[in-house]
């Protein structure tokens, strides 16, 4: 078992640069989220989702978007970034939100110029 | 309104004694998980323990458990016999059966002294 995996582990972009953050798990789990780290404020949710094709919002939502086709793979997308959006993301999976353990990714460190 | 509130940016202990990490908690939700993470300098988090809201026991794994007050909502984590591998920022962290939102707090820097 692979466990869950991001793709890249670092990423410079410039102001108003798009892209795509990876995130795969292989241990069949339905509930998988996005969570960015900054200094001193802990983790805060993203997006989630409870299976293919069910995303939702989290506590901070605005500029980033998200979709599940398949069971496996949860992408973040960055549609236009913004130096606000410098952080370390952690993706995350389990098989609900409050009932087990989330098993996380090793992060992705992003700075945005 | 803050969901997960540490109150102690940091603490220090002695190898080998014992360290309770604070947690209070706010929800009402009546199912509900509570969980303790440790992230080390190297940047993973690692999960340490987990209580669900119906348990009626607190949970244990190994060195570490997990001091439950459902009135006072509060999920303080006892480790014991601290090692200097404990050296890390600890997470207390809750996730909610309504909505499915998972909340953290802003973490504890733990120091173990030699």
């Known amino acids: 078992n692979a466990g869950v995996t991001q793709t890249p582990k670092f990423q410079v972009l410039k102001t108003g640069q798009s892209m795509t953050l990876q995130c795969a798990q292989d241990?069949?789990?339905?509930?998988m989220s996005w969570y960015r780290q900054d200094p001193g404020m802990g983790l805060r949710l993203i997006h989630y989702?409870?299976?293919?094709?069910?995303?939702d919002q989290g506590e901070v939502p605005n500029g980033y978007n998200v979709s599940r086709s398949t069971t496996e793979d949860f992408p973040l997308r960055l549609l236009s970034a913004a130096p606000s959006q410098t952080s370390v993301y952690f993706c995350?999976?389990?098989?609900?939100?409050?009932?087990?353990?989330?098993?996380f990714g090793p992060g992705t460190r992003l700075l945005v110029l | 309104a803050q969901k997960i509130t540490q109150t102690q940016p940091g603490m220090f202990v002695q190898e080998k004694e014992a360290v309770t990490l604070d947690c209070t908690y706010d929800?009402?939700?009546?199912?509900?998980?509570l969980f303790w993470y440790k992230q080390p300098s190297s940047g993973e988090m690692i999960f340490l323990i987990y209580?669900?809201?119906?348990?009626?026991q607190n949970a244990t794994e190994g060195r570490y458990s997990l001091n439950f007050q459902k009135a006072r909502k509060s999920a303080n984590l006892v480790i014991s016999a601290s090692q200097l591998g404990d050296s890390a920022m600890y997470f207390c962290?809750?996730?909610?059966?309504?909505?499915?939102?998972?909340?953290f707090g802003t973490g504890t820097s733990l120091t173990v002294i030699p």
């Open positions: 995350a999976s389990s098989y609900s939100a409050w009932g087990e353990t989330q098993y």
């Open positions: 241990m069949n789990h339905e509930y």
């Open positions: 989702s409870v299976g293919a094709g069910i995303t």
């Open positions: 929800t009402s939700d009546p199912s509900y998980g």
């Open positions: 209580q669900g809201s119906y348990d009626q």
């Open positions: 962290a809750m996730g909610l059966n309504t909505g499915n939102q998972f909340y």
